[in-house]
């Protein structure tokens, strides 16, 4: 696995990383866990008629603390590890299934993003007990894949560039080398 800031080029695309919510249905019997690419919007309605759930809203702060043991902002997969009585159930995109089958989670604090095979995650998973499905849960890309590639291209050199700004310049002259590759 590796941290946000460590990960290659090749892996460190927002489509990687997940979003995640934590839901329940309205009568508090059930509850999902609902992972989708990062720049991707989750149609409820949608959600329910596909997964034949009742109508779903999102968890109070309560319930994803007792359950998951985790605060918002920090959903992720890995709180299912935390839900002891198996309540919650894992809805996953299937595109996280794709090539290159990487998913991108908080480690139950959102302050790091791991990156790891999604066959690995569902295996932790599954040793655990919680149940998941696959489902083609993504809509329409909230933001235009433009903007996406776009931000990428920042996100995945930020940590070279960094490197690059904290490394002694050439001739110790406080000017940038011009040689300096640019994205």
């Not at 998951?68 to 002891?84: I, M, Q, Y």
């Not at 794709?98 to 959102?110: A, T, V």
């Not at 990428?152 to 490197?163: H, S, Y």
């Not at 001739?171 to 940038?176: A, E, K, L, R």
Request: hydrophobic share 40%; with cysteine.
């Amino acid at each position: 696995y590796f941290t946000w800031m460590s990960s290659p080029r090749s892996i460190c695309p927002i489509r990687k990383l997940s979003e995640n919510l934590f839901l329940r249905d309205d009568k508090k019997l059930h509850y999902y866990l609902v992972s989708v690419k990062g720049d991707q919007k989750v149609n409820l309605k949608e959600l329910r008629q596909k997964n034949n759930t009742r109508a779903l809203s999102f968890a109070s702060e309560e319930e994803l603390m007792e359950i998951l043991h985790l605060s918002r902002g920090a959903v992720s997969p890995f709180g299912l590890l935390n839900d002891t009585d198996r309540k919650a159930e894992l809805f996953l995109d299937e595109s996280f299934l794709k090539d290159p089958g990487l998913i991108g989670i908080h480690p139950n604090d959102n302050t790091a993003t791991i990156v790891l095979r999604t066959q690995d995650l569902l295996r932790l998973i599954r040793e655990h007990g919680n149940p998941f499905e696959f489902s083609k849960l993504q809509a329409a890309p909230v933001i235009d894949p433009v903007v996406i590639h776009l931000f990428d291209a920042i996100k995945c050199a930020l940590p070279f560039v960094e490197r690059k700004i904290r490394d002694p310049i050439p001739g110790g002259s406080g000017i940038p080398d011009h040689n300096m590759q640019t994205i």
